[in-house]
């Protein structure tokens, strides 16, 4: 069967990574959390004095680019990838708020987009790939054979992340959570560089009404109708 590579764009929290993730697996595919990776830079940003006082040094963040290594390693327990930087396991870590509350800015910056949607195109040069991101559609992969662009409301994606985020027993509120979602989307799509958006030939998928089983099973289908055409 022809390999093909697959990209999953759209808005934040609403469960790309997760459908990526599991599609990934099913299918025998390597799945490469573009996010995690903006994730990571910001959390060398903040343990190495290049985001503080509210800003991010970005002269010092351009110098320190060569020296944030950052890659994916299988974890059995999960059956997922766990990001490293450094060598260091840092799965835990780029998940909390106040990355959340730092990665927008940080992806926005030119030169760090560009060292990742270089490294990311070499992940996924051998194809068999699911991608999960912003641009990965239109920028890193515009000829990827699957491309699907996910939304939800804001107002479902927030109550998944907070879910999320209580079930790690994070003491965040709704109502942070959502306005994190809207600026973060506010930022995502308007950023000069590489922002999201819906590729031309990207399939539209709205889940705000859809269990993840439901999800699961509607990639799958897409996935058989492009490798089987
Ligand atoms: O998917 P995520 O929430 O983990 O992404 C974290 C941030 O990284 C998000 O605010 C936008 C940015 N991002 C990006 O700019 N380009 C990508 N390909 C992936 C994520």
């Known amino acids: 069967m022809k ?3 697959i990209a999953l764009d759209g808005y934040s929290s609403c469960g790309k990574s997760t459908m990526a993730k599991d599609l990934a697996r099913q299918i025998g595919y390597t799945y490469i959390d573009t996010g995690a990776m903006y994730r990571a ?7 190495n004095g290049i985001i503080k006082n509210g800003t991010i040094d970005t002269e010092k963040l351009e110098r320190s680019m060569k020296d944030i290594h950052i890659s994916f390693v299988f974890n059995p327990e999960t059956g997922r990838p766990d990001t490293y930087l450094n060598g260091e396991n ?5 998940r909390t708020m106040e990355v959340a509350g730092w990665v927008s800015p940080v992806a926005a910056l030119s030169f760090v987009r560009k060292a990742l949607v270089s490294q ?10 699911v991608l999960d991101g912003r641009d990965v559609g239109t920028v890193i992969f515009p000829d990827a054979e ?11 994606r927030a109550q998944r992340r907070l879910d999320e985020s209580l079930a790690k027993g994070e003491s965040v509120t709704f109502e942070e959570v959502l306005r994190n979602v ?10 000069k560089e590489g922002p999201l958006k819906k590729a031309d030939d990207a399939i539209v ?17 897409q996935f058989n109708q492009v490798v089987t055409k």
């Open 120 to 129: 990311q195109k070499q992940m996924g040069e051998t194809k068999g790939v």
């Open 90 to 94: 840092i799965e835990k870590e780029i």
């Open 205 to 221: 998928l709205d889940n705000s009404d859809m269990s993840i089983e439901e999800q699961k099973e509607w990639l799958l289908e």
């Open 182 to 191: 809207q600026e973060r989307d506010l930022l995502d799509t308007t950023r």
């Open 41 to 47: 830079v910001t959390l060398y940003s903040m343990r």
């Open 146 to 156: 699957l491309k699907i662009f996910v939304t939800a409301k804001p107002e479902v």
């Open 3 to 5: 390999k093909i590579v």
